[in-house]
């Protein structure tokens, strides 16, 4: 996530956000208002259709009728120009859960947000790698056959691998401690896995 958030109010001239995306190399900025909630966010997308209107066609109603979206070609202001409400992703969200809003909903960046809807950063998709996209299952899978199966062959109790957006939670004893934190050295580089909750435990008598 970048901390550093360039953004804009809702009165922002249109000369002023694309200055900023130009200056800033952002291909959206947030829209704040009060003490930084966000309230849309302008986008490329929404600067389009006021090019549309330089048309040659020399029949203005025609050229009017043509554009995609005529109330933003007329559009003089971020709060005019932005799409609300914005798609947001809270700061307690993982990597995985910012990685599938933005693959839903075909968007490259993400405001990041506290509970009051405040803006504390921006995730992008440069920020996130696909892997984080692979579905749980695969994950389980992979972790159980090339690391359980090999690490502990005969658990004292069975060893069971739960994964839940990309979290991995190993449970169960094994009667050999020590490769504990192999297991979980190796499952954490598993492609996908956003973080390990290891609760295995060994058994010393063995």
């Known amino acids: 996530m970048t901390h550093a958030v360039v953004a804009v109010g809702r009165d922002a001239p249109f000369k002023d956000v694309v200055k900023l995306m130009e200056q800033w190399k952002v291909s959206a900025l947030p829209v704040l208002e009060g003490e930084g909630r966000v309230v849309g966010v302008v986008s490329e997308a929404d600067l389009l259709p006021k090019e549309e209107l330089r048309d040659s066609d020399p029949d203005p109603y025609a050229q009017v009728r043509r554009v995609s979206d005529p109330a933003r070609a007329g559009a003089v202001t971020a709060g005019e120009l932005m799409t609300a409400p914005a798609i947001t992703v809270h700061a ?102 956003v973080d390990v909750d290891c609760r295995l435990s060994g058994d010393e008598a063995v």
């Open 92 to 193: 307690d969200s993982t990597l995985a859960q910012a990685a599938r809003i933005m693959a839903l909903r075909k968007v490259k960046r993400l405001p990041v947000v506290n509970d009051e809807g405040l803006l504390e950063g921006v995730v992008s998709r440069a920020d996130l790698l696909k892997v984080f996209l692979r579905e749980d299952n695969d994950i389980a899978d992979e972790i159980r056959r090339d690391i359980v199966d090999v690490l502990f062959p005969a658990p004292v109790e069975p060893v069971h691998v739960i994964v839940a957006e990309g979290v991995v939670t190993l449970t169960g004893k094994v009667s050999d401690p020590a490769m504990i934190p192999v297991a979980v050295r190796l499952a954490r580089a598993v492609e996908g896995v």
